[in-house]
């Protein structure tokens, strides 16, 4: 390098001011075109393609902010909708039931006053006579009567009946009492005009043809009954 060096620069001086500025010129693009080769265009490469992933970057922010305004401006939809207005419906209902039915609670004789209640009228009417008085098995309000169809599956309704508590009762009451026609007649019907009522269920004329009860006589099974919150029965 260093034997070349002298003779370049000696052919270098021997050449006019021209001929020197077109070799100066030369060398000069020749070095440019180099360091654009080997160091520019990668750098302008890279640069070019940050600044289009940066475009596409921000595009896709837009389009996403775009959605989430849109998304913003819809209405919001609750699925469970239907099914709360439902419940606040029946919740609507079950609170007027309620009150509908303390207000039948005030007139309606309590569980454990109704065998009383209906002993202490058959003292004032001596002409009748007490045959039998039991209470019956607590039902539901809602509760079917109970049959002997389908007994086995007497079991699963039970276990249904107990997991599904009724929230209102039915405390009924079975009389049968003996007497005159009209004396029954009147029991009856005071029993009507007490001012705790009672509710009828149903009433039998004569539904045992037995030979000690002799005409004029008459036999009267009365079923009635009453509601109450609470599930026990106060026995007679």
């Known amino acids: 390098m260093k034997q070349i060096w002298p003779l370049i620069s000696s052919k270098f001086e021997a050449l006019n001011k021209r001929e020197r500025w077109m070799v100066s010129g030369a060398l000069f693009v020749v070095v440019y075109a180099t360091i654009n080769t080997l160091l520019l265009n990668p750098v302008l490469a890279r640069q070019t393609s940050l600044q289009n992933e940066l475009a596409a970057d921000q595009a896709q922010v837009q389009s996403l902010t775009q959605q989430i305004n849109d998304y913003a401006l ?7 909708a239907e099914n709360k207005q439902r419940i606040r419906q029946l919740q609507t209902e079950l609170q007027l039931l309620e009150t509908q039915l303390s207000g039948l609670q005030t007139t309606l004789i309590s569980p454990d006053k109704m065998p009383e209640l209906l002993r202490s009228l058959l003292k004032k009417n001596g002409n009748l006579k007490l045959i039998a008085l039991k209470t019956l098995p607590t039902q539901g309000l809602l509760d079917s009567p109970k049959t002997d169809v389908n007994t086995a599956s007497e079991p699963n309704q039970a276990k249904q009946s107990q997991d599904q508590e009724a929230p209102v009762y039915k405390h009924g ?61 106060l026995s007679i």
């Open 74 to 80: 819809q209405p919001v939809i609750d699925p469970d």
């Open 173 to 233: 009451v079975e009389i049968t009492v003996e007497g005159k026609y009209l004396d029954l007649l009147a029991y009856v019907a005071e029993l009507e005009q007490m001012p705790w009522h009672v509710l009828w269920s149903k009433a039998v004329l004569n539904e045992e043809q037995n030979p000690a009860i002799l005409w004029p006589a008459n036999r009267l099974k009365l079923t009635v009954y009453t509601l109450s919150l609470d599930k026990t029965w």
